[in-house]
Each structure stands twice: as C-alpha cells, then as structure tokens.
C-alpha cells in the first residue's frame, strides 16, 4: 500500500527566498506523481505532473524533480513571493491501483513580505 | 474551457439524512473521481468513474456512492449521515485518467 509523507508540515520563509517542499513515498512502483496547491477552502490547483519516466519538470519559478529509486520528490519555489502562501500537496499514482491518487498530509507554506 | 464544477457548494444536513453532491468534468473528460478532505485524516479517495463504470473504489463504507452519466457528470450519495461525514468533498477529473487531474472547488458538507 502506498504512503506518501510531506515533511514539514509548516514552513514560514521570507519573501524572495528559494525554497524546497519534500515528498516522500514508499512504493517505487508510481506511474506518475502530481504536485498540488490547495489556498484555504478552496480545491486544488495542479502545478506539475511528473511521469515514472522522468527527472523533472518546470513551470515557471517552480521547479519538481522526482527520485524513485530513493522514494522521493522536491518542489523548488525560486525568488518566493507572499502569494505562494498555501497548502502544497503531492500525490502519487501507483502503478496497480488505477487513477486513485494518494496524497501526502500537505506543506502549509507562509511566505512573509 | 470551463473547469470542474461542483454542486451546491455547502450544505447542511443532519445525521440520519441523506445527501447528493454533483459534479461536472471538464468538457472532453471522461474520468471523474472523489475524494474526501478533512483535518484529521487529509484528502482520501472515494471512487473513480470512467465511462459510467465504477473503476476503482477507496475503503469507505457502502454508505458512500456514486455514478456517472453518460455525458460524464458525476454524482455521490451518501446516506445515514454521521457526524464523521463532515468534509470538504472534491472532484476531480481527467481525459481517462493516468494524466494530470483538475479538480473542483468542492462541496463543503456540515453534519449536525
């Protein structure tokens, strides 16, 4: 059974700052991994999707890089701003459990002006 | 293209009764899946639905249901409310599945 883990779960930064959000997961077996955006009551906000196949993926200042062999995944905000203030979330499709997506508890993230 | 839509965004029920949530996939999508949001236990699939076929189900009770049109809308029931049901309820769909999902703006769902 899949478990994916985001570890802290609060991170308060500076404005401008870099900064790294990590996933963890424990089945290598993923078929792709999806980073989220969740702003208070609202839905999710797909960033970035990265297939089993490859490395990384950029959007922007958002970079996400994915390790299978280790378990694990970083998203890199450049040059962060006050609105990347959210709840960021990764989430794993497994290779035997169809589209279900299993997420990680989330990384409550302030970015102070 | 409009995005995942969600009806009715909040409601309030009491235990014992029953409720519908809808959702409506983005136009060309063909799988929609659940999920349950809340504090304690995060975001936890419910089910997946693709072409009006249940494909994949996540470890709720029978209380917890769904189906889907055959233009793709989804809807979820949920009968004999419990305390316990109050959530966030989010949707989320795909072209068929395995690719980036979009999700809704949810449901928010208060139990009294």
């Known amino acids: 059974k899949q478990e994916v883990t985001q570890i802290p779960a609060a991170l308060s930064v500076p404005e401008g700052e870099n900064l790294v959000l990590n996933c963890s997961f424990t089945?290598?077996?993923?078929?792709?991994l999806q980073w989220f955006r969740q702003d208070p009551g609202k839905g999710l906000t797909s960033l970035l999707l990265?297939?089993?196949?490859?490395r990384e993926q950029t959007s922007g200042r958002l970079n996400a890089s994915l390790d299978k062999s280790s378990g694990r995944s970083t998203l890199y905000i450049a040059a962060s701003q006050p609105g990347d203030s959210a709840t960021y979330l990764c989430a794993a499709t497994t290779g035997n459990a169809g589209n279900m997506l299993t997420f990680g508890g989330g990384t409550r993230l302030m970015v102070k002006p | 293209k409009a995005g995942v839509t969600q009806t009715p965004r909040y409601l309030i029920k009491t235990r014992g009764q029953q409720v519908t949530l809808s959702c409506s996939p983005i136009s060309g999508h063909r799988s929609v899946s659940w999920y349950q949001q809340t504090p304690g236990q995060g975001l936890q699939f419910l089910f997946e639905?693709?072409?009006?076929?249940?494909?994949n189900k996540g470890n709720f009770p029978g209380r917890f249901s769904g189906r889907q049109f055959s233009n793709s809308r989804s809807e979820m029931n949920v009968s004999t409310l419990e305390l316990g049901d109050s959530a966030l309820y989010l949707c989320?769909?795909?072209?068929?599945?395995?690719?980036?999902?979009?999700f809704g703006p949810g449901t928010r769902l208060l139990v009294l």
């Open positions: 089945d290598s077996a993923i078929y792709n």
């Open positions: 989320a769909s795909s072209f068929k599945g395995r690719e980036t999902q979009y």
């Open positions: 639905y693709f072409s009006e076929t249940q494909r």
């Open positions: 990265i297939q089993s196949s490859q």
